[in-house]
């Protein structure tokens, strides 16, 4: 059994986020970045894919964090 659920999609990421899954790691890889969240997060994203939507507040909420994120986590990968 899988105990995360990972994407490089950030506008699946952004939707996750914004319906309230843990973020628990973001991966640099090469020029792509990957978003670890809970396994229970894959029905959520089946639902996206399917047009499932969220409130436009959360978001833009989520993809104003998401970016911050992900600015970091690129700025500690280049200084490593």
Not at 25 to 39: E, N, S
Not at 70 to 76: C, I, L
Request: proline share 2%; charged share 15%; glycine share 2%.
């Amino acid at each position: 059994m899988t105990t995360m659920f990972q994407t490089t999609d950030s506008d699946l990421a952004t939707y996750l986020f914004a319906r309230s899954f843990s973020l628990l790691q973001v991966w640099k890889i090469g020029d792509l970045t990957a978003f670890v969240f809970p396994a229970a997060a894959e029905l959520s994203a089946r639902a996206y894919y399917q047009g499932a939507c969220v409130p436009a507040k959360n978001l833009l909420h989520a993809a104003r964090q998401l970016n911050s994120i992900q600015r970091k986590t690129v700025n500690a990968y280049a200084s490593a």
